[in-house]
């Protein structure tokens, strides 16, 4: 989702959960070098209306 030029991201409600999602999807979502594709290379697109 995207609020006033910022991004948001939903995780689940457990700690550990949360943990998980960052460090094993988020964080190489949001590298470019990650492939075959990346948020980043989307990013772009969603500020278009």
């Known amino acids: ?6 991004y948001i991201f939903a995780l689940p409600g457990s700690t550990g ?12 979502q949001l ?7 990346n948020f980043v290379e989307l990013m772009p697109r969603l500020r278009e209306r």
């Not at 989702?1 to 910022?6: E, H, I, K, N």
């Not at 959960?17 to 190489?28: C, M, N, R, S």
């Not at 590298?31 to 594709?37: V, Y």
């Open 1 to 6: 989702m995207l609020a006033r030029g910022t």
């Open 17 to 28: 959960a949360v943990k998980d999602g960052w460090d094993q999807i988020l964080v190489h």
């Open 31 to 37: 590298d470019s070098r990650h492939g075959p594709c």
